[in-house]
């Protein structure tokens, strides 16, 4: 089994939708949790933290659901520059590691 | 400010050839990663480095080699290339891997094994 786990996608919406992803890891000793966007043929970068709290940063709003163990990212109205892919990532499992979700495709179309 | 550099951007070995990737941080962050970055298969950790001296395996670290004689630079080597290896290469650094620290990558090195 992996330790993190996307689904795929791709998740192709009309702008101005609202959608979400979710995230499932495997290793509960997880300390550490985000979402990074990757563009196409591009390097990742970060798009935002997940804290157990929750938190929100403009349209985009991530949560951390520790039982269950997964995490989800929820974009509001979508605009055609969120078109992407959208890497979930876990640190902190008991090693030196950051591992990534294989990540899900989004395509906003007008 | 160039954070994460890579060399070579691109590059086109024969099989059986050998090539080094260097990754170089401006950043003093202590963890520098390799990734190989497979169409579907997302970002897979080939090999990783807590600090200068210092080399870990991560999850796909056959026929790759690494080396992190100074803090700022992780080699990635290839010793005898195979078309397997076709991939995008990605070097990441951070801090510390824990806590809400970001990692940050290089523009990635295309390789294409003939």
């Known amino acids: 089994r992996k330790e993190v786990e996307q689904d795929p996608g791709p998740f192709n919406v009309p702008e101005g939708a609202t959608v979400a992803f979710n995230c499932t890891y495997s290793?509960?000793?997880?300390?550490?949790f985000f979402w990074y966007r990757q563009d196409c043929r591009k390097e990742p970068k970060l798009l935002m933290s997940?804290?157990?709290s929750g938190n929100e940063d403009g349209r985009f709003t991530a949560q951390l659901n520790r039982a269950s163990q997964y995490i989800s990212l929820l974009i509001r109205d979508s605009k055609l520059s969120d078109s992407a892919t959208y890497l979930c990532?876990?640190?902190?499992?008991?090693?030196?590691?950051?591992?990534f979700g294989s990540g899900t495709r989004l395509s906003i179309r007008p | 400010n160039a954070g994460v550099t890579q060399t070579p951007k691109f590059r086109v070995l024969k099989t059986g050839q050998s090539m080094t990737l260097l990754c170089a941080q401006d950043?003093?962050?202590?963890?520098m990663y390799w990734y190989r970055q497979d169409p579907g298969m997302g970002l897979r950790l080939i090999h990783y480095?807590?600090?200068?001296?210092?080399?870990a395996k991560g999850e796909v670290p056959d026929g790759y080699n690494v080396s992190r004689l100074k803090k700022q630079n992780f080699l990635l080597g290839l010793e005898s290339a195979a078309p397997s290896q076709t991939s995008v290469y990605f070097c990441?650094?951070?801090?510390?891997?824990?806590?809400?620290?970001?990692?940050?990558f290089g523009q990635g090195t295309r390789l294409t094994v003939v």
């Open positions: 990441a650094s951070s801090y510390q891997p824990t806590g809400n620290t970001e990692a940050f």
């Open positions: 290793n509960s000793a997880s300390q550490s």
């Open positions: 997940v804290y157990s």
């Open positions: 990532v876990v640190t902190g499992n008991g090693a030196s590691k950051i591992i």
């Open positions: 950043m003093n962050h202590e963890y």
């Open positions: 480095s807590v600090g200068e001296g210092t080399t």
